[in-house]
């Protein structure tokens, strides 16, 4: 099986930047894409953006230009560059893996923007 463990979240003004990361543990030769999901009070989960084994990505049309997403294979680590941030950007994260057991996800990781 697979764990995912986020961290990088918090607290940060209009325009700033966070970093967020996502380690998978248990037998990550099992894992595909990851990626980033967030979701905002009263809104659906959403995909931020994705990225395969080989590096192939993916966004959301609201964040191309601003976020991007990277990955260490090494480290079974996921990365979330998060830059201009905006107080719509504010949700919880989610890391999400492609598992050959199916989907799996982390607990989630608070994103606030706000001054």
């Known amino acids: 099986q697979v764990q995912l463990m986020e961290s990088g979240g918090g607290l940060v003004q209009p325009g700033g930047s966070l970093r967020l990361s996502c380690a998978a543990s248990?037998?990550?030769?099992?894992?595909?894409?990851m990626g980033w999901y967030r979701q905002a009070p009263g809104k659906q989960r959403e995909l931020v953006a994705r990225?395969?084994?080989?590096?192939?990505?993916n966004y959301a049309d609201s964040v191309k230009g601003q976020f991007t997403i990277s990955r260490d294979n090494d480290k079974n680590t996921v990365y979330l560059q998060m830059n201009s941030l905006k107080p719509e950007d504010t949700a919880v994260y989610y890391c999400?893996?492609?598992?050959?057991?199916?989907?799996?996800w982390g607990q989630g990781t608070q994103v606030t923007v706000s001054s």
């Open positions: 990225i395969t084994p080989r590096g192939r990505t």
């Open positions: 999400n893996a492609e598992t050959t057991w199916g989907p799996r």
């Open positions: 248990g037998s990550p030769r099992n894992i595909g894409a």
